[in-house]
């Protein structure tokens, strides 16, 4: 149960923070096992609950856009949101079939600190672009390709997917905050989609544990945190401090191993 909870702590954070959670949750096993520690990366059961975890942190922190969304009938802001988020969902479906291909990259960590790098880039040029003033109910089409294109680049571990929708939502002139909200309401169903997957084999495999609901509370509520932390810091600062850390942990990881 400990370890599911730190796990879930880890998840949480950098599920939402742009600095990538698929690449930590291969770094930070490689870091302490090179420091002496043995620890293996979570296992499927864990990972599939940690997902949900964060699931419930987006829904609860942007429940009036979910809401919204649900009543797209009635509700005409509600029916753009969800069209567009509907349509910047297609690039990462597409991108699926490589996701076996994707996982292998994984398996070598240096290449996850090179994407880490490459994550730190993209936040800096992002930030640099940071200048326009839309609003998310000014969307359209080409807006949501872009950014779902970006998501779709982040099945690629080690590249953040909250960072390179954020940051081509900044390209696209939306005020960054507006474009993290986007962010997070298309990462409702890549998250959703990828976690009930994972949830089922591992139910139909019996690997699930009643233990491994702590470890989706610590993701629920470090998601929560994080997502709050992210638009204050976006708001004041902006992704540079961000981009700094990957080029700083994704070079260490190069040198490293």
């Known amino acids: 149960m400990l370890s599911a909870v730190i796990w879930g702590l880890i998840q949480g954070l950098t ?10 949750l ?12 043995d620890v293996e990366q979570p296992s499927l059961a864990v990972s599939a609950v940690l997902h949900l975890g964060t699931l419930v942190a987006v829904l609860i922190y942007f429940r009036k856009e979910v809401a919204s969304a649900l009543h797209f009938r009635t509700d005409p802001e509600g029916r753009r949101i969800a069209i567009m988020v509907a349509l910047g969902t297609i690039p990462a479906l597409i991108g699926l079939p490589l996701a076996a291909d994707l996982n ?17 880039v993209i936040l800096y040029v992002g930030q640099m672009l940071a200048t326009g003033h839309r609003l998310l109910a000014s969307i359209k089409v080409p807006d949501a390709i872009f ?11 080690g ?9 081509v939502g900044n390209a696209r002139r939306f005020d960054p905050i507006e474009a993290a909200r986007f962010s ?26 009643p233990g491994l609901l702590a470890g989706m ?9 994080a997502i709050g932390l992210l638009l204050k810091v976006l708001g004041r600062i902006g992704l540079f401090p961000f981009s700094f850390y990957c080029l700083l942990v994704g070079s260490a990881t190069v040198i490293v191993f």
């Open 26 to 37: 291969v770094i930070i096993p490689a870091f302490l096992n090179e420091l002496g520690f």
């Open 104 to 120: 292998r990259f994984q398996t070598t960590v240096s290449n996850v600190g090179w994407a880490l790098i490459g994550t730190g």
């Open 184 to 209: 997070f309401l298309l990462g409702i169903p890549a998250i959703a989609g990828g976690g009930l997957l994972e949830l089922m084999t591992v139910w139909d495999s019996g690997e699930f544990e």
């Open 217 to 225: 509370l610590a993701a629920a509520l470090s998601g929560y945190f």
């Open 15 to 24: 599920e939402f923070l742009p600095v990538s959670s698929s690449g930590h």
């Open 147 to 157: 950014i779902g294109i970006a998501q779709s680049v982040a099945l690629i571990p």
């Open 159 to 167: 590249i953040s997917r909250s960072g390179t929708t954020i940051s």
